[in-house]
Structure formats: C-alpha cells, structure tokens
C-alpha cells in the first residue's frame, strides 16, 4: 500500500483495550454507539475505507460490495464466520477477506456444557421459583430432572469446538458420538472415547443430547430438519452454539410444544433477532441472546487478531487468516 497508515473503518464498538491499539497503528473510524449500521451507512463506509472490519451484525453482500471504493482491500471480520461476507464476489473484486478461527473454541463449548446442564437439571425453573419467592422448602419430588453422567451425547461437527464439547462431555462421565463430514483419525477418536457414526438419522436417534457445532453453509441449512428432528428420542435434548439456520426453528417448536423433544438450549436462531414468540414461552426451553463467546478474553483475542490480519496485510503479506471461497 502507498499510504503509510491504513484507513479502517470499524462498523461495531469493540473492547476499548482493542479501540486503543487499532487508534495506535491505522488512521481509524470507530463507533460512539453500539448499534447495527444501516445498508446505505455501510455503503459509504465502503466508498473511502481501505480496511471494512464488520461483524456478525452486517450483511456485506454482493450489492453492498459492488458499491465499494476502488480503494478497499480488505475486509477484515470481527468473528470467526463469514457467512455474513460474500467472499465469493469479494475475491472477485479484488477485495481480500479474512476472520478470527480459533479464540472462541473453550469458550463456546463451555457455554454449550451450560446450556445442557441448564435444560437436564431443570435451572431456569429453578431459578424462577426463588427469584418469584414462591420456594415453599425442599421436596423429594420437586423440580426432578436427569443426571448426564452415563448419558450419550451426539455432536453434530466435530471441529475445534465439537472436539473441546467432547472434551467436556467426556469429563462429566458422557458418551461421546459424533457425526462429521470426514471421519477423524483413530488415534483422536481414541483421544475422546468417540463412536462415529456415518449416518447422522442412526446417531440422533440413538442420542440423549444433541450438540450442533457445524458451519452454517448450503449443506448444512436445516440439517436438523423436521423429518430428523422426529427420529429423535422424545426425552432428548438438542442444544445449538453454531448457527441458528442448522436447526428448522418452526419444527422444533412444534415438536416441543407437543413433547416430542425433551428440551432446548439455544444461542442462537434461524432468523438472528427474530425468535419465535412460541419458543419463548416454553418452560422446556432455555434461550440466551447468542453469548457463548461472549468473554472478555475473547472479545480481546479476536481483537488481536483483526488486528495481526490487518498489520500484516499492510505490509505487503497474506493475512494469517485469509478466508477463501474453497474453505467453505
């Protein structure tokens, strides 16, 4: 580049120790308020920015793309999916798009073991009792929910983070099976005491916990759909950490209402902020508002990483964590 100091445009507030470092080494533009940005606001963004650094939130589209200055090259994402990029049309614009894999893996997995232990042991309810003061003293038959430990779990991608959820499983005394697009090497399955399973309808219907780690990518959109959802067993209990359009949000709903599924922890949804008001309302149900990676420390290593991506890409290199339509 012949700028000496990038011109970065940041669509998001982010950890004020990130805020900082980025102001010390690019000509930045950071937000004084933390909501979404508008199409037109990121357009023009676009229009003068050398580097876009969205998140999750924005929607870079080929429309939003093809607005861009002849100037961006790069667009460095706060996340580590890009389904929210159309890398395809970027790469075709000459325009580089990289993310941040790897710095969410504990702690997305230590939120999917809370959501399962949340649904089994009954928390909410529990929670609710005593926030309303109705806790009248301990009963033998109050609030009764299901032990994991001897349990199997099924986890639906076994990636860096399915592999730190069998982790975890495996600790509390679970069974782990798996189902993933390649089979791992035996030496790892042995590592996690995992049973592969080919068939993802032989493993859902054979598990009492069903974790959802895969990408969301035109395969995997509502793998979970309602004709797998039905083989499963009606006191399981499917928690989803990935992405929402895995899960056919409708047909989860209708089965839980009917008590056809024991139960959901959710952190994410089909249509993001637009949860189904009838998933809401049922107590078998635990919903957080897509927080599994919501910790300081990795708010700030994503930061780093956005960071290293751009750095490096400023002088003259590949960023480390270039994103290319293959990968996807």
Known sequence: ???????VFVTRRLPEAVEKRLSELFDVKLRLDDVPLSRAELARAMKTADVLVPTITDTIDAALIG??????????????????????????????????????????ADMA????????????EGLATMQTGNWEGWSPTALLGGRIGGKRIGILGMGRIGRAVAQRARAFGMQVHYHNRRRLRPETEEEFGATYWDSLDQMVSRVDVLSINCPHTPSSFHLMNARRLKLMKPNAVIVNTSRGEV??????TRMLRAGEIGGAGLDVYENGTD????????????????????????????????????????DGHRPPDQVVPSML
Do not use: C
């Not at 910790?295 to 290593?301: A, G, P, V």
């Open 1 to 7: 580049m012949t700028k000496e100091r990038l011109s």
């Open 67 to 108: 607005q861009a200055g002849p100037q961006l090259k790069l667009i460095a994402n706060y996340g580590a999916g890009v389904d929210n990029v159309d890398v395809a049309t970027a790469r075709q614009r000459g325009i580089l798009v990289s993310n941040t894999p790897g710095v969410l893996t504990d702690d997305t």
């Open 113 to 124: 073991m809370g959501l399962i232990l949340a649904i089994t042991r009954r928390l909410p």
């Open 247 to 252: 899960i056919d949000e409708n047909a989860l």
């Open 275 to 314: 949860v189904n008001p009838r998933l809401r309302a049922l107590p078998n149900v635990v919903l957080l508002p897509h927080m599994g990676s919501a910790t300081l420390e990795s708010r700030i290593e994503m930061g780093e990483k956005v960071i290293i991506n751009i750095k490096t890409f400023q």
